[in-house]
């Protein structure tokens, strides 16, 4: 089992920086990919990003490319999203989650069988 514990959100302008935490607690964290997503009322969840167990591989959604780094700290059990230059659009609950094992999407929900209980990004014009 993986459990999951998002952490850093907030209210920021528009060009503001943050990061956000994923504490994660599990038997195979190392091993396990991990992916953010954020969702906006009335709109489905939406891939942001994901990283590989060994931290090898990222890989974003085109909206926040070059803006938005995912990192992780396997000894710490950590997975990061770092958030520059933030627009408006970018104010969502966030999520962090853990993907499945022989998934056969990285990008799409149904991919991840963890998911924390999310940290609201509100980011001001």
């Known amino acids: 089992q993986v459990q999951l514990v998002e952490s850093g959100g907030g209210l920021v302008q528009a060009g503001d920086s943050l990061r956000l935490s994923c504490a994660a607690s599990g038997h195979t964290f190392s091993s396990v990919a991990m992916g953010w997503f954020r969702q906006v009322p009335g709109k489905e969840r939406e891939f942001v990003g994901t990283i590989s167990g060994s931290g090898n591989f990222t890989r974003y959604a085109d909206s926040v490319k070059g803006r938005f780094t995912i990192s992780r700290d396997n000894a710490k059990n950590t997975v990061y999203l770092q958030m520059n230059s933030l627009k408006p659009e970018d104010t969502a609950v966030y999520y962090c989650?853990?993907?499945?094992?022989?998934?056969?999407?990285?990008?799409?929900?149904?991919?991840?069988?963890?998911w924390g209980q999310g940290t609201q990004v509100t980011v001001s014009s």
């Open positions: 989650a853990a993907r499945r094992i022989g998934a056969a999407s990285r990008v799409g929900a149904s991919s991840y069988d963890y």
